[in-house]
């Protein structure tokens, strides 16, 4: 029997945040993204040490920090179905907006972008085009 490289249902690619509060990372996840938690391990004290929190098809990975892995801080680019809701939904959740959603000339997305309260910036799009 043949095994896959991977787990079904990811892609090749994931980005690993390391963050001071885990989960707090996760429920933002939850609230601006939709996401869900596909898998998370704790340690011996309950402290999270991996988790995968699943965005429509990608799979974004999160541990806590420890004195070997500081935290971390990504841009990352996410597209959404709807750029304005995802864009007031993490205002909402009490990022700090960047770039307020808008079409410029020559890109055929709506783009917008925040930042979260640990220092992740996030740029998201719709293709209007």
Known sequence: ME?????????CVSPYFIVDDPQCFIDFLKTV???????CFTKDDGQINHAEVKIMDSIVMLSGTTADYPANSLLLHVYVPDVDKVYEKALRAGCQGLEVPRNKDDDPDKRGMFQD???NTWAIGT???
Request: hydrophobic share 20%; net charge negative; no cysteine.
């Open 3 to 11: 095994t896959n490289f991977k787990p079904d249902g990811y892609n």
């Open 33 to 39: 993204f939709d996401g869900d938690v596909t898998r």
């Open 117 to 119: 309260d640990m220092g």
């Open 127 to 129: 293709q209007k085009q």
